[in-house]
């Protein structure tokens, strides 16, 4: 257990409706990233949070947007939804944004768009 | 931006034996740390093992262990006496200064009994 919580662990939904991903990260870790993972693939970054503000910015679509409220949690949203969006999305956290920490994954949000 | 580069889309492995994954990344930063992930069936991302760029010395962790070459910007992940539960999807990632983490393609480990 990684001390990360994803919910939900899955989702089906249909295309042009959307979706709120939620992430806790592990107790004390300020600093959130989100994660896209589509069939067989790797993990495409989206966007990283440190204390509630953004700090990095990957392959976010337009469509899609995140924030990290003031608890640390973390939520994705995902609107407009098309079949491409089914995917496992993972959130991790790490301690700082300092280079020496590893990223602490949850178990992902599996997505299914139909 | 960085990349990484994974060139080996599967690789196979007899058990007991010993398996090599490449890895190359391409940056301009002097400072940032190297990563192999394991990702077995469940999903589950589980770190294997970690290189900081400014040591010369290659990571060990047991029976895993990496050849970081910083010139050629080329990191590559042993795994010695492969065992059955070493089947996986490897992960090569480069984290920046900046702090976000980037992942490579993967590589389909199987090992066969």
């Known amino acids: 257990d990684s001390g990360v919580t994803q919910t939900p662990k899955h989702l089906i939904t249909a295309t042009g409706q959307r979706v709120t991903l939620r992430c806790s990260p592990r107790?004390?870790?300020?600093?959130v990233y989100w994660y896209q993972q589509s069939l067989d693939q790797g993990l495409q970054f989206l966007i990283q949070?440190?204390?509630?503000?953004?700090?990095a910015k990957g392959n976010i679509l337009e469509r899609f947007s995140a924030q990290q409220f003031p608890d640390l949690h973390s939520e994705l949203n995902l609107s407009s939804l098309e079949l491409g969006d089914s995917a496992l999305y993972f959130c991790a956290s790490s301690a700082t944004t300092v280079l020496t920490g590893e990223l602490f994954f949850g178990e992902g949000s599996r997505l299914t768009v139909l | 931006a960085q990349t990484v580069t994974q060139s080996q889309p599967e690789m196979s492995v007899q058990e007991a034996e010993t398996v090599t994954l490449s890895c190359t990344y391409d940056?301009?930063?002097?400072?940032?740390?190297l990563f192999w992930y394991k990702q077995p069936p469940s999903r589950q991302m589980i770190l294997v093992i970690r290189q900081e760029a400014y040591k010369q010395q290659n990571a060990t962790e047991n029976r895993f262990s990496v050849n970081f070459q910083k010139a050629a910007k080329s990191f590559s992940l042993k795994i010695s006496d492969s065992q059955l539960g070493d089947a996986a999807m490897y992960f090569c990632?480069?984290?920046?200064?900046?702090?976000?983490?980037?992942f490579g393609a993967g590589t389909r480990l199987t090992v066969k009994p």
């Open positions: 990632a480069y984290r920046s200064a900046r702090g976000d983490m980037r």
């Open positions: 107790s004390g870790d300020l600093s």
């Open positions: 940056t301009s930063e002097s400072d940032y740390y």
């Open positions: 949070y440190y204390n509630g503000e953004e700090r």
